[in-house]
C-alpha cells in the first residue's frame, strides 16, 4: 500500500536550510550515508550480543552500487533495518535521531560500551539532497515487512510496501541531479571517484565497504594460453576501505617504519618524518593521535598564508582536514591527525562546536610534544639540532608571544650559538659552566652570526674566559627578554652600558681618564648630534678602538628589528639611547687626543662612530660625508 505524506512544518522550513545550508561541501553526501550504514550494522551487532534469540549473527557489511545509465549510486547494509513507523518518524521528521535516541536508550547497559554510533543528529541522511532530485529508502528490521520512503526533498514523501535481499537492513538509492551551472554530479557515478570518496572519508569504517568493479581480462586458448588482441569483461568485489587505522592499534604494536611509510602516504611526502610520535590516551579525555614533524619545512611554513593545524577524526571518519584548536601557533610545523569519540560535532560534521574537551585534548598533545622534543634532545643531538635549525624559532615564539606564561614549558628546548663551543648549547649547559662570580647569562646579537662574532663588546670576555650566547635570529633577544632570567640568572646583553661589574679600582680608572679627556668627548658628542646620545670611554674593549653600546634596556638590534616593521606608524617605533665607547688605551684615541682643532676633533668622531656602525653590521648612510671625513684626515696625517 502506497501512503503520501507531508512533511511536518519545522521540518520543511529545515529541509532547505539542511540542503543549501548546513553542508559547504557536496562531495560528504557519501560519508554521511556510508557513516548511517557503519551506525545501523553497530545497532545491529549489540543487539545480537544481548538478545540473540531475536537478532541472529551476521557478519557486517556494506555495499556500494553505482549506475550510470539511471544515474544512481545505491548504498546498501545489512545493519538494524528501520520499521513504516520508525522510518516516518526518522526519515519524515528532521533533525529526529534514531541513533541519538537508540544510545540513549542503552546507555546504561554495562554492554553499550562495546556500541560506537556516529551520528548524534538526524540530518546527515538529508545531505544527499545537495546531489539528488530524488532518494528512496527501502529497509526492513528484522522479522518484519520492507517498505519504501521516497521523496524529491519538497514537501511531501510516499511510504510503501517494498522487498529487500536480505533479512535485515537498509539500502539508500540516491538519483543525481542533472549536471547544470558548473556542477558536475555525473562525476560521482564514475568508480575512481567512488573510491576516492571513501578513502578520503571513510577508509576506517570498521566494517568492509565493497563494490562490484569491472575490468578487462585476456582471453585463453584451451592450454591456458593468453590470445592476442581478444579480451573478456570480468567483474569482481573489491573492498575500498581499510577498516583498521593504524592509531587505533596499539603503540607498541606499530614499528617507526609502519609510522613512517603512514606519514608519507598520507601527507605526499617523500621523505621519512624527522620525528614521529603515536599517541594513546585513555581516561576522562581519550583520544588517538599520531604526530609528525617533518624532516623539511613545508615551502610555505614562513608565509602567512600557511594553515596549521591536524587531520580531525570522529571515530575513525574523517571530519575536517586541518583543525587548527587542536595545535598552538609554535607547534604549527606539526602534521598528523587525532581521532576522539568524544568530539562534539555539530549537526553537520564539519565544524566543532566549542568545548573544554577540545582544550584540552590540546593541552594535552602539546605536552606530549613537548616530552618527546625533551626526550630527541636527550638521546639524539644531532637530530634535535636539524629539528631545531628548522623550528626552533617557534619555540622561540611560543614564549615571547604568550609574555613567558610557556617559559617553563619550552625554556630547556632552546639551544644557542656561544662564543665558547661550536655545537649548540642549551641554558642549563651554559649555567653548568659558569664562571666563578659569575651571576648573569651574557648574550650578544646581531644580523647573522658572522655579524654577531665581529662586535667588539666581545673582546673582553674572550679574554676573560667568559662564555657569551651568540643571538643571530630577529626573535632571540626578544625571547630572553620575555624569559627575563634562567634559574635565577639574569639574561644580560653586553651591548648594553654597564659598570656593575666593575671594581672600585676600575671605576676610578674610568672617571680620571674621562676628566683628563672631557674637551675630546665633548667635542665628538657635539659633532654626533642626533646619531648618539653620549660619548664616554669603554671598559669591554681591549683590541678594538671603538664600539656602540646603548642605555635604558632598548639594544641597536632590538631598535633595528622594530625599525624594520611595517605596521607602527611613523615616528611612534622606540629608538635606542646610544653611547659611543671609545678605547683611551687604543693608539688611535691615543692620536685622536694630540688634536687642538675641534673641527677635526668631530670627523674623527664620526669616522669612529661609522666604524663601530659597521662593525654592528649597518651600513655607512652618508658615504660622501664619510669619504670626505676620510680624505681629509688621510691629507693632513701626511701634511
Known sequence: MKEEKEFQTESKQLLDLMINSIYSNKEIFLREILSNASDAIDKYRFLSLTESDKYPASTGEIRIEI?????????????????KEEMEKDLGTIAKSGSKDFAKKYEEAKQAEDLSIIGQFGV????????????EVVSKPQGGEAHRFLSSGQDTYTLEDASFPYDHGTEVKIHLKNDADGENYSTFLQTWKIEELVKKYSDYIRYPIKMLETHQEADKDEEGKEIPGKTHEVQEDKTLNSMTPIWKKNPKDVTEQELNEFYKNKFDDFEDPLISLNVHIEGLVSYDALVYIPAHAPY?????????????????????DKCKELVPDFLKFARGLVDSEDFPLNISREMLQKSPLMSKIESSLE????DKLALVQKNDKERYSKFFKLYGNYLKYGIYSTYGMKKNDLQDLLQFSS?????PITFKEYVAKLKEGQKDIYYASGKNLEQVKMLPQLEKYKKEGVNVLLCDQEIDEFTLMALMDYDKHAFKNIASEDKEDLTEEEKK??????AENKRILDDMKEGLQGKVDEVAFSSKL???PVCITTKNGLSMNVERVLDEQPDAPEGSKPKAVKVLEINAEHPLFQAISKLTDEEEIKKCGNLLYEEAMLLEGYEVKDKKAFVDNLNSLIMKAFH
Open 300 to 320: 610555505d611554513l614562513y608565509s602567512s598564508s600557511y594553515e596549521k593545524g591536524l587531520s580531525l577524526y570522529s571515530k575513525g571518519i574523517f571530519i575536517q
Open 419 to 423: 662564543l665558547s663551543q661550536e655545537e
Open 124 to 135: 546527515g541522511f538529508y545531505s544527499s539532497y545537495m546531489v539528488a532530485d530524488r532518494v
Open 67 to 83: 549506475d550510470p545509465k539511471e544515474k544512481t549510486i545505491l548504498v546498501r547494509d545489512n545493519g538494524i533495518g528501520m520499521s
Open 542 to 544: 681591549v683590541d678594538s
Open 509 to 514: 680608572k674610568l672617571e680620571d681618564v674621562t
Open 367 to 370: 605536552k606530549k610534544i613537548l
